[in-house]
């Protein structure tokens, strides 16, 4: 008797590049080996791009999104087959490590002998691998040596200060939060124009992350006024400054829930973009997708959530296998129509690393909204796998399993202690993060704003 | 020059001052092994959880069926009584392996106990170790409970070499079938070397066997009762179907059940339940509808007879019903009766519900009912359960959703099949085809690589 499917037919010998982690550990696979493919989500290019500046010129790393503090960290816990190397890269074992690899391994061992321009570029290849603490760890007491010193600094040395500063701040601790003050306000105290900008808007950012009083409606009229008073030459890169003083600006702003403000900063910076010269691909697009994220929570914040979801439609078309923006995508959905905002979901699910575990809860709960528990129970199921033990979730599996009758698997989820990733403190969450400075790999604005939307509509 | 090697007199602060992480360890994020029943709270994911016995014998407070019987199997070892009530319902060959490779765990694999390292052993395993290690200075019915034991871990060619190992100690390899004894573990033998094997030769002394036990009658009443019956069922149903020998070694067995008393002993119940459940297979092959009914109620009754006033008895009994569900189930579905079919399927779930094959079975069912909303359910909690029928559950599921037309849940459910069996061509084919409507280019290339690497033809 059968069941009228057709058989289900297995190889003896699976294919070369099969796996439990694919179609993921494909995508990303630049975090493992540096190298790109042309398939690849965006921000995996930005690291071969990273490489590439390393190789054979200046980096502009510190003018482009960077994965968050808790990337290496949420690879390992996605790849739990794969030595990542969460703290260095020389972790990576020698015989797994790609030829690229090994060059970076080599830079960082010859280190003092590098020039300025090459040392910048290495610290902007770490960061965009997530090897904060490396560069803090060589980056660090340059930055203090800097700093100490006289004069103007020049652009290696304040590219080199930004990037330690942006690693710093993805470091926890005070001793980190020490540093990426103390090194942007001598960039603010000695770079040139543009890196007084940048240092300003980082601090901005930072302090506005942390809820720090010091992130006052005068800093930002104060940058504001910079950033439209004439000056500098107009090129590419003043432009794109100038675009990215405006977005911190604009989220300072949106912190401070003035909307007209916020929208207006947004504009100009849309404006600011949208100048930019093609030949600065990997920065101007990054740029374009900060300003995207921006006008998607303008629209978001004005009630427009059909808005919302145009503007976002060109951040999904122009990066399609980015999973973080295929879940922005579905948690707008979900407040116009739900069935799709399953289907991205699940293409969330199927993209998977670095974010397979919240793309599981995200689905459980919009199965949840459908009324469908069982599905609702697969998703929440998947979403405890691999260690990922998140309190929540374990709840919300147990309050499905008892209502299907699987009033075991309620119990073990009840049960369940927290996962070690838990207990470590885990992926970053919670933050209020702009988007283009310190990444939008964790849960950004968008899904937290659509969470929130999503619950005060229920009330 | 290394990092950590780094010199101080470069002027470079403290590392502990400036380089306060979040204090989580160094690279490996990912616990040692364990080497006791120590804390495992490392790793119990819901599958380990489920499957642990299968793993390293551990206890688990979440028992199928089958895993109950580990328990029951590894419980008698230890205790090592006079007398002892067989495991009945084992698992196919290759399932330890096949949980092992969905869990990622195949560090833990092996063809006889004493191959898991030594590292990753529990004290239980370790145990079983020492067991298999001095097997020869154990008395016959012990060696009878270490081999039951690995019956029941899917551990078929431990079986095999432990079986030799008993008749050659026993100095029963010129005629084995003298003793009972002899006659029991030369059957475990070649059943698990048949099953491992897969040979004609293997299949063939297996099958000469069993006749020459159920004519043996020198032989207990129940092991030639039972040679009997896998007789009966194995030339009914598998590819040695011949409906001759079926009916002959059903009369065979007739007269020798004649001879038997179900209501000597409770153990005796389960065998009575496998007898008539085992000969119904000719009359099924017949179309005598009623006679197979009515040999099936009685199945059923003896099993239902059977007492479960302690664990062991309640672990007894359970082993008898589901097998016997399960051909209920088939029975009702070949009556036509498909409202029964679903009712069987549903008791089953309710005899065994951590137990994913039961999911998939009742999925079936529904999906011939015409119920495809409740079939794609049962598909959904056995794919929760998981190990072994990962795959087989998310593929179902996958078709399931197909028909209905949700072609994001299928993708994704053939998607994560294959992640669990990256080899399950149908899969990957399937896959590549729903990317192609979806426009899913990270799905459609990963598809297209897995399938292009992947031969046409199965190799199992």
């Not at chain 1, 690229?100 to 003092?112: K, M, N, S, T, V």
């Amino acid at each position: 008797m059968t069941s009228g499917f057709p058989g289900l037919l297995v190889a003896a010998r699976p294919a070369a590049e099969a796996g439990p982690d694919a179609p993921s550990r494909l995508l990303l696979s630049a975090y493992l080996d540096l190298g790109s493919r042309q398939d690849d989500p965006r921000h995996v290019k930005g690291v071969a791009l990273a490489y590439d500046e390393y190789m054979s010129g200046p980096t502009t790393m510190p003018l482009r999104r960077q994965p968050p503090g808790s990337m290496r960290r949420a690879l390992a816990g996605e790849w739990p087959h794969e030595r990542v190397g969460t703290e260095d890269p020389a972790g990576r074992p020698g015989d797994e490590r790609s030829e690229r690899w090994q060059h970076l391994c080599d830079g960082l061992e010859a280190w003092p002998d590098l020039t300025a321009e090459r040392q910048a570029a290495l610290l902007g290849l770490c960061n965009a691998l997530g090897y904060f603490g490396v560069t803090v760890e060589l980056g660090g007491p340059m930055a203090d040596r800097v700093r100490g010193a006289g004069g103007e600094m020049t652009t290696d040395q304040a590219t080199r200060i930004l990037l330690v500063a942006t690693a710093a701040a993805r470091i926890r601790g005070s001793a980190a939060e020490s540093l990426v003050e103390r090194s942007l306000a001598g960039l603010c105290a000695r770079g040139d124009r543009q890196a007084r900008i940048l240092a300003r808007s980082y601090l901005l950012e930072h302090r506005g992350r942390r809820g720090d009083p010091r992130d006052s409606a005068g800093a930002v009229e104060s940058l504001l006024a910079d950033l439209h008073a004439p000056a500098g030459n107009g090129t590419a890169r003043d432009r794109l400054v100038r675009c990215l003083g405006l977005l911190a600006c604009a989220w300072s702003f949106d912190r401070a829930g003035d909307l007209r403000r916020f929208a207006a900063c947004v504009a100009e910076a849309r404006d600011a973009v949208g100048t930019l010269p093609d030949e600065e691909n990997q920065v101007r697009e990054d740029c374009r997708r900060s300003v995207a994220e921006a006008r998607t929570l303008v629209a978001m914040r004005s009630g427009e959530m059909g808005q919302a979801v145009d503007v976002h439609r060109e951040i999904v078309e122009s990066d399609p296998l980015d999973v973080h923006a295929c879940l922005e995508h579905a948690a707008l959905l979900e407040h116009l129509d739900l069935p799709t905002a399953v289907g991205w979901y699940q293409r969330a699910v199927r993209l998977g690393a670095p974010v397979t575990g919240l793309a599981f809860e995200r689905l459980g709960d919009v199965q949840m909204r459908r009324g469908d528990p069982v599905a609702a129970f697969d998703a929440y199921a998947s979403a405890t796998s691999n260690d990922r033990r998140k309190p929540s979730v374990l709840r919300k599996l147990a309050e499905c399993a008892y209502r299907i009758g699987q009033s075991e698997v309620a119990r073990w989820a009840l049960e369940q202690p927290d996962s070690p990733q838990e207990r470590r403190g885990g992926a970053e969450e919670g933050h209020p993060t702009p988007a283009w400075s310190v990444g939008t790999f964790a849960p950004g604005p968008i899904l937290r704003s659509a969470a929130r939307t999503r619950t005060e509509g229920r009330s | 020059m290394r990092i950590d090697d780094r010199d101080a007199s470069a002027g470079r602060t403290d590392r502990g001052d400036v380089t306060q992480r979040s204090g989580e360890p160094a690279e490996n994020t990912f616990p040692d092994p364990w080497t006791s029943e120590a804390d495992l709270s490392e790793r119990l994911s819901l599958h380990w959880t489920l499957t642990r016995p299968f793993i390293d014998l551990s206890v688990t407070a979440m028992a199928s069926v089958q895993t109950s019987g580990i328990e029951a199997a590894f419980t008698h070892a230890c205790d090592d009584p006079g007398y002892s009530p067989p495991i009945h319902y084992h698992p196919a060959a290759g399932v330890r392996d096949r949980i092992l490779r969905e869990l990622g765990a195949l560090e833990f694999s092996c063809t006889h106990p004493g191959e898991v390292a030594p590292e990753l052993r529990t004290v239980r395993w370790s145990r079983l170790v020492e067991w298999t290690d001095g097997f020869e200075d154990l008395p016959e019915t012990s060696q009878k409970s270490v081999v039951s034991l690995c019956q029941t871990l899917s551990l078929y060619t431990a079986v095999t070499a432990l079986a030799e190992r008993a008749l050659t100690s026993a100095g029963r390899t010129e005629d084995p079938l003298a003793t009972d004894f002899g006659a029991w573990m030369l059957t475990r033998k070649l059943r698990a070397g048949s099953l491992v094997l897969r040979s004609e030769t293997a299949h063939q002394a297996d099958i000469e066997n069993l006749a020459n036990i159920a004519l043996a009658a020198h032989l207990p009443l129940e092991q030639r009762i039972s040679a009997g019956l896998s007789l009966v069922v194995q030339y009914s149903e598998s590819e040695d179907k011949d409906p001759a020998l079926a009916a002959r070694w059903r009369a065979a067995t007739e007269k020798l059940f004649a001879g038997f008393r179900p209501e000597e002993h409770w153990t005796h119940l389960g065998l009575a339940s496998s007898y008539w459940r085992g000969i119904c297979f000719v009359p099924f092959q017949q179309g005598l509808r009623e006679q197979v009914t009515e040999e099936l109620e009685r199945a059923e009754q003896y099993a239902l007879a059977m007492p479960s006033d302690s664990i062991g008895e309640e672990t007894m009994r359970r082993q008898y019903l589901h097998p016997l569900l399960e051909t209920r189930i088939r029975e009702a579905s070949w009556l036509g009766d498909l409202d029964l079919s679903v009712a069987r399927a549903e008791r089953l779930i309710e005899l065994d519900p951590l137990e994913p094959k039961v999911y998939i079975t009742a999925g079936d069912v529904h999906l011939r009912a015409g119920d495809r909303e409740r079939a794609v359910e049962r598909y959904r909690q056995a794919a929760v359960l998981g190990p072994p029928y990962t795959v087989l559950s998310r593929y179902k599921l996958g078709c399931a959703l197909e028909a209905a037309g949700d072609i994001d849940g299928a993708l994704s459910e053939f998607v994560t099949a294959l992640r669990a069996e990256p080899g399950a061509i149908t899969c990957a084919r399937a896959a590549q085809r729903l990317a192609r409507l979806r426009d899913d280019a990270a799905s459609m290339s990963w598809a297209d690589r897995l399938a292009s690497d992947l031969p046409g033809d199965s190799g199992r």
